[in-house]
């Protein structure tokens, strides 16, 4: 015996045909000679309260290619959620149990598998659960189906149901399951028509029927923050389940990664704020404002060129041009977390030789690296790591293969905690670089290698380099050449390190330096600024060599992800730097970008700190 769709088979036989099930989604039908169905086929097609299941025996796992409207209807699942499966999952309470609920009978399932093994018929009682989680009986009739060639090609299912009465309490998860009535109450959607809100229940759309931990859980915590923001004004119920810190918090590590979701639930004031309010002000920054920051202690002697990064809630600085160029090699450390910040020199072992024009970014938990400069014997490419929460910290020369040319003024950001990125910079002889190299410093013996590419952007000095999107970088800005002349430049160019062959990319600007036509309003040219990474992927520029009039102390802000990429202007109110370029900057907690020193032209302003606050936890 054997069955097909509803179209006529163009199989032949000697014997006579029987057909029955037609229209009914298959045809059955039976050789003549070979004697009874072994089922009763004709009263099971009727109109009836059973339910109807027909498996696939060839496949592995014997997953279910058909289902009648009364399994359906039962159970409460639709037949494209259950076509694929196995059976077994209904011996699990709940649509996302991955285990058998231990009311299931085993000696019924060892007899359903022993059946099954012999390829013989099961009859027999099972505790089977609906969709929603409540029991039910399952009077089970399991029949296998022999082709041709006398192997078992299909098995068929008939359920008879009966109600049972067990206390089995809510579903597992952190949400309760809703009434019927409250469920429909909370799914009114708001509709907007002619400017004024109405409500309409109407039907329920498919994501209505799942549960709300399954909703929460499964579907919006993958969204942006933004798009939460949204969703809670749909319904009543999408406006309960926003309102969960829970999920907040999961969105924000989603949309912003595990690292600054660690950093941000160490902001002073942070869990006061609350995660919606935290993912709101972060994301539209409606609160962000300028603060001049007064802490204690100095950065002495007095230097300008230096370079800082923030651990955590802590900035450092190391290095730096002193008086008539000497190159520094001390390290200090600021503890904003502290009652009274202030600056404290710290004693590390092994310092690296004095230089500036080096660069210094932060890896994973505590770790610093430093690479390249100009030091006493010239430019330098060397690379040093430092743990900063080492009993005695200790700066460690890292040895590695096939380094980039000695340089100065490059720039440099570090991806997954441990890659350090380089890019550009200044070689003898004021010789400008366009290459970018990776070293994985988490590897025993670490080696420098080139990212190839078919293009890369003008060579350049004095921009900056930005993670995005996790595995993304942004090029803003410089000194770059064009021919044999050198221009500031405006110009935006990316790189997907995650890409099998990454390559640069242009969003603003063109091969000519300055000669692009961004979206918005573009930032002047200019070098010697400072980027600002911010959740969620935006690049914030700030300060900077400008040519001509223009205020380097407005904020330009740029969102790489968008399909086109605009330049917004930033204002916030409050004091801003002064107006200067070789600032030095670092975002500490992840709502705290911090602006070191500066140069006014008159006068270095190393003393100087001023705080953009991104949220209002840290006012």
Not at 47 to 71: H, R
Not at 84 to 90: A, V
Not at 346 to 370: A, D, E, F, N, Y
Not at 462 to 490: D, N, Q
Request: with cysteine; charged share 20%.
């Amino acid at each position: 015996m054997e069955w097909d769709s509803d179209a006529e088979s163009d199989l032949s036989s000697d014997g006579e045909l029987e057909e029955f099930g037609e229209g009914s989604g298959f045809l059955l039908r039976k050789r003549g000679g070979g004697g009874g169905l072994p089922f009763p086929v004709d009263k099971l097609l009727q109109p009836a309260p059973c339910g109807f299941v027909v498996a696939d025996a060839l496949e592995p796992g014997n997953p279910i290619i058909y289902v009648n409207s009364v399994f359906e209807m039962v159970f409460g699942y639709r037949a494209e959620e259950v076509i694929g499966r196995n059976c077994r999952f209904l011996q699990c309470r709940g649509p996302f149990a991955k285990r058998r609920h231990p009311l299931v009978s085993p000696t019924v399932v060892s007899e359903i598998r022993r059946c099954l093994e012999k390829g013989i018929e099961f009859q027999g009682e099972l505790l089977n659960f609906r969709k929603d989680g409540s029991p039910l009986m399952n009077r089970l009739r399991m029949t296998p189906i022999y082709g041709d060639e006398g192997a078992i090609t299909h098995i068929i299912g008939i359920q008879v149901f009966t109600e049972v009465t067990l206390d089995l309490g809510p579903l597992p998860g952190s949400f309760a399951k809703e009434s019927t009535t409250r469920t429909l109450d909370r799914c009114r959607f708001n509709v907007f028509e002619g400017g004024r809100k109405i409500s309409s229940r109407g039907g329920f759309c498919g994501i209505m029927q799942l549960s709300d931990e399954v909703i929460a859980m499964k579907i919006l915590s993958l969204l942006t923050p933004r798009d939460i923001a949204s969703v809670g004004s749909v319904c009543l119920r999408f406006y309960e389940l926003t309102n969960s810190e829970d999920l907040w918090r999961m969105v924000c590590q989603n949309a912003w990664g595990i690292e600054t979701t660690r950093v941000l639930e160490t902001v002073p004031g942070a869990k006061r704020l609350g995660w919606g309010r935290l993912a709101r002000e972060l994301t539209t920054l409606e609160a962000a404002a300028w603060r001049k920051l007064t802490v204690g202690g100095a950065v002495e002697p007095s230097r300008c060129n230096f370079s800082a990064c923030a651990v955590g809630n802590r900035v450092v600085v190391f290095g730096g041009e002193g008086v008539n160029m000497q190159p520094m090699n001390d390290t200090f450390v600021l503890d904003l977390n502290s009652s009274n910040p202030e600056w404290q020199h710290v004693k590390v072992g092994s310092p690296p030789p004095g230089r500036w024009g080096h660069t210094l970014s932060s890896m994973s938990g505590s770790h610093l690296v430093l690479f390249g400069g100009c030091g006493r014997q010239g430019l330098l490419n060397d690379v040093f790591v430092l743990d900063l929460d080492a009993k005695l910290p200790t700066w460690h020369e890292i040895l590695s293969l096939g380094p980039p040319v000695p340089r100065s003024w490059h720039s440099s950001c570090t991806l997954d905690g441990s890659k350090l990125i380089v890019s550009g910079g200044c070689a003898d002889s004021g010789v400008l670089l366009s290459d970018t190299f990776l070293l994985d410093l988490a590897v025993e013996k670490p080696v420098w290698r080139e990212i190839p590419a078919a293009w890369a952007p003008p060579s350049r000095l004095g921009h900056t380099l930005s993670v995005y999107g996790g595995r993304k970088i942004l090029m803003f800005g410089g000194l770059a050449k064009s021919g044999p002349l050198r221009f500031r430049s405006s110009d935006v160019f990316t790189m997907d390190l995650g890409e099998e062959e990454p390559r640069w990319r242009c969003v603003t600007g063109s091969e000519m330096p300055g000669g692009g036509n961004p979206g918005g309003v573009a930032p002047p040219p200019r070098l010697d600024h400072v980027a600002v990474s911010l959740p969620g992927g935006r690049i914030l520029v700030f300060g900077g060599s400008v040519a001509g009039l223009h205020s380097a102390s407005q904020l330009y802000i740029l969102d790489p992800t968008e399909e086109k990429p605009t330049w917004r202007i930033l204002n916030v109110p409050g004091r801003p730097p002064r107006f200067a370029w070789g600032h030095s900057t670092c975002v500490v907690g992840g709502t705290r970008a911090i602006v070191l020193g500066g140069q006014t032209g008159e006068e270095w302003m190393l003393g100087e700190l001023n705080e953009l606050s991104l949220a209002s936890s840290v006012l």
